[in-house]
T-cell receptor
Framework: GAVVSQHPSWVICKSGTSVKIECRSL??????MFWYRQFPKQSLMLMAT?????????EQGVEKDKFLINHASLTLSTLTVTSAHPEDSSFYIC?????????????FGQGTRLTVV | AQTVTQSQPEMSVQEAETVTLSCTYD???????LFWYKQPPSRQMILVIR??????QNATENRFSVNFQKAAKSFSLKISDSQLGDAAMYFC???????????????FGGGTRVLVKP
């Protein structure tokens, strides 16, 4: 079946540094990808919609300048957490619905656990 | 805005028994889809079952079945013959038709943790 690869699986970074998370669809094209954030024992909250060839669409309350999204190709979206702080520590998950066939459900990456120290 | 509510934070079931998870949602749309996702300790999201709102027949996938009540905006999941591997967080999710803008965006409920006792 279709696979979405998310990298890295976990990362520890120092406060003030930036971290890049990749979401790659391995055997299908995805014009749109989604980035979610999940706090411990909580649900997934949509952060932004990544669009290939155009700007990302951010949900209300999500800082565009802190969470930079780049959809460089039909198989790759990246989320960069800039100037990370401890409160950015969380579990980040991407999902990608295949462009074809239509009406196919999105596949999820395995997630990235970010810890900012 | 669409909302999804799961009123049971945790449910416990004996192995081989049946457990039902509740989910209610709020929407003004007529064309939408509902899902149950499983998130095991690995945290990989796994699609369990999907229901199209236009279909009256309840979806089933092996030991998993749903009770979809469109008028009541209710979408419960029944896990039959529970197995140890069913232990996980279960999320109810909603999305509108793909033919609408951002149609593939999912709205999740708060989740229900299922514990399976051997």
């Amino acid at each position: 079946g279709a696979v979405v690869s998310q990298h890295p699986s976990w990362v520890i970074c120092k406060s003030g540094t930036s971290v890049k998370i990749e979401c790659r669809s391995l055997d299908f094209q995805a014009t749109t990808m989604f980035w979610y954030r999940q706090f411990p024992k909580q649900s997934l909250m949509l952060m932004a919609t990544s669009n290939e060839g155009s700007k990302a669409t951010y949900e209300q309350g999500v800082e565009k300048d802190k969470f930079l999204i780049n959809h460089a190709s039909l198989t790759l979206s990246t989320l960069t957490v800039t100037s990370a702080h401890p409160e950015d520590s969380s579990f980040y998950i991407c999902s990608a619905p295949p462009d074809r066939p239509m009406n196919t459900e999105a596949f999820f990456g395995q997630g990235t656990r970010l810890t900012v120290v | 805005a669409q909302t999804v509510t799961q009123s049971q934070p945790e449910m416990s079931v004996q192995e081989a028994e049946t457990v039902t998870l509740s989910c209610t949602y709020d929407t003004s749309e007529s064309d939408y889809y509902l899902f149950w996702y499983k998130q095991p300790p690995s945290r990989q999201m796994i699609l369990v079952i999907r229901q199209e709102a236009y279909k009256q027949q309840n979806a089933t996938e092996n030991r998993f079945s749903v009770n979809f009540q469109k008028a009541a905006k209710s979408f419960s999941l029944k896990i039959s013959d529970s197995q140890l591997g069913d232990a996980a967080m279960y999320f109810c999710a909603y999305r509108i038709s793909l033919f609408k803008a951002a149609g593939n965006k999912l709205t999740f409920g708060g989740g229900t943790r299922v514990l399976v006792k051997p």
